[in-house]
């Protein structure tokens, strides 16, 4: 039987404590050590999705961590993946794959063959790496959800891992955090928490050194180090309470470039912007009124799991109309997957799949209608770019190649003649010839269903040319290409590497080294 790797497992006072960036420096750590270390979280709710080389579907979280790590994401470091809908409802995805729509609570009955799916994907990657980090969900101390959690103690005791509790000090209270957590744990959970963590500190380390040695004290757990805030780390997030932080109401001013992202209720994907929050030059706002979209260089549709329900919003709020006026002046619209789909003439749903509404009028801006299938299609793709628009034409030209990935159960056809925004070359290795999304309004309005696009550094340096160059501007005053996701991880690392008991850290993790 093969020899089963260590692991170590990150677990938080609450959600959104910074357990999935603590992972990944870990992860980077540890790679940097030259240790083969993969990542794992057994359970994964998130609108923020990646798709596997071999076209699965995972947590975005994980695919960061495993690249963070030096390999490649595969979905037993998520094997379960919730993806809200709306009305307590989530989809499923078990091993990439979705298996149906689930109410809240109404899982239970699937509990054993959940909980053998998780373990076995853990063995797996046990018997594959030299060391498996783990990350929690929520917290673990949740006493309404103890008796389903398969997140957290759960998968402690069947990894036999030690435990990092982290809490979040930017919040307030962190030291209550701590305790309120012990204190509800049960006694052989709280044993094999085995080291606290302080994440997201601003000021002097020295002023919060007496509160760390009484909870230190008081706890008789070690801490592991206190970790600063890190400032525009570019690194995407798991949910959208990260989105919180950054809505800003103002424009660029005259010498940026402002973009507006639709903050839909369901939007999924949003990671897809974060390359754009790093240009210089470039202000990126996530709006939620008409009026936000005031002044704005371009506004984009994004990603949404519920594309008939987020159009429904759009229409009431008054945003669909703001956009379709803006396209019939000409000013720069993108629409990404279901922003895509809401920019076409319709959305066919026979069968049901997203909504109960057979057919819904879309925004009538593109000329391409969208038919929902049962099944999802979830592929890394290689595309060509396609026709003129304000995507290109500074610097990249119609026919260049690009790398993206494809999440959507939609699939969109053209209506009559039209140009689409890219032809797609493969997916998941394998040559296709297939039409992608489209250009309208002589090119001021572009839908595409490939997510990543700005990850390709080209054709983001054209876009923002091609705005500038609309808004009557020159050149970036700052032509300083933006930092790679590999030096960024490098960063987080080198931060919670110099803020960190390292000598505890190996031993935690059942390293000599």
């Not at 309004?441 to 550094?457: I, S, Y």
């Not at 933006?482 to 935690?508: F, G, K, M, P, W």
Request: with cysteine.
């Amino acid at each position: 039987m093969p020899t089963l790797a260590p692991a170590l497992m990150v677990q938080g006072t609450a959600s959104s404590v910074g357990k999935s960036l603590l992972v990944t420096a870990l992860c980077r750590i540890f790679h940097q050590q030259g240790l083969r270390v993969a990542p794992f979280k057994a359970q994964n709710m998130a609108l923020n999705s990646f798709v596997t080389p071999d076209g699965k579907e995972i947590g975005r979280a994980q695919a960061v961590q495993a690249e963070a790590a030096g390999i490649a994401p595969a979905v037993e470091m998520n094997p379960i993946l919730l993806k809200p809908e709306g009305g307590r409802r989530s989809q499923l995805v078990v091993l990439g794959k979705p298996v149906g729509s689930i109410r809240f609570g109404d899982g239970d009955d699937r509990q054993p063959e959940l909980r053998q799916v998780i373990a076995d994907s853990l063995r797996r990657l046990r018997e594959s790496y030299e060391l498996v980090v783990i990350e929690g969900a929520g917290s673990p101390a949740e006493i309404n959800l103890k008796a389903r959690d398969i997140v957290n103690m759960h998968v402690a005791r069947l990894a036999d891992a030690p435990v990092i509790l982290v809490g979040d000090i930017d919040r307030g209270g962190v030291f209550a955090q701590f305790v309120g957590t012990m204190e509800l744990l049960e006694p052989d959970e709280r044993a094999r928490v085995a080291a606290l963590a302080i994440n997201k500190f601003r000021g002097d380390i020295a002023l919060l050194q007496p509160g760390v040695d009484l909870i230190v004290d008081r706890l008789k757990v070690p801490m592991l180090g206190v970790i600063p805030y890190i400032e525009r780390l570019r690194i995407a997030d798991e949910d959208s309470v990260a989105l919180e932080e950054r809505r800003f109401h103002r424009g660029g001013s005259a010498t940026e470039l402002d973009i507006a992202v639709v903050r839909l209720p369901r939007i999924s994907n949003y990671d897809d912007f974060q390359p754009l929050e790093h240009e210089p030059e470039v202000v990126l706002r996530f709006v939620e009124t008409p009026r936000e979209l005031s002044g704005a260089d371009l506004v984009i549709l994004p990603g949404s799991k519920s594309t008939a329900a987020d159009l429904a919003w759009l229409r009431a709020g008054g945003i669909g109309l703001a956009i379709v006026e803006r396209a019939r002046r000409g000013a720069p619209v993108l629409g990404i997957c279901g922003g895509c789909q809401m920019l076409g003439q319709t959305l066919d749903d026979p069968d049901g799949v997203e909504s109960p509404v057979r057919i819904t009028a879309g925004l009538g801006v593109l000329a391409i209608r969208t038919r929902f299938a049962r099944e999802k299609l979830t592929a890394q793709v290689r595309a060509r770019i396609n026709g003129e628009s304000f995507l290109t034409g500074v610097g990249v030209a119609s026919g260049e190649e690009l790398e993206a990935y494809e999440i959507h159960m939609g699939m969109v056809e053209p209506v009559g003649e039209v140009v689409g925004a890219f032809g797609v070359l493969s997916r998941n290795g394998e040559a296709v010839s297939a039409f992608d999304g489209a250009i309208g309004c002589e090119g001021a309005v572009v839908g595409t269903m490939l997510h990543g696009l700005f990850e390709n550094d080209s054709l983001r340096a054209s876009m923002i040319r091609s705005l500038r160059r609309r808004k009557g501007l020159g050149e970036p005053a700052v032509t300083t290409p933006i930092s790679s996701r590999d030096s960024e991880y490098d960063r987080l690392a080198a931060t919670v590497h110099r803020n960190i008991d390292v000598a505890l850290l190996q031993r935690l993790a059942g390293l000599r080294r």
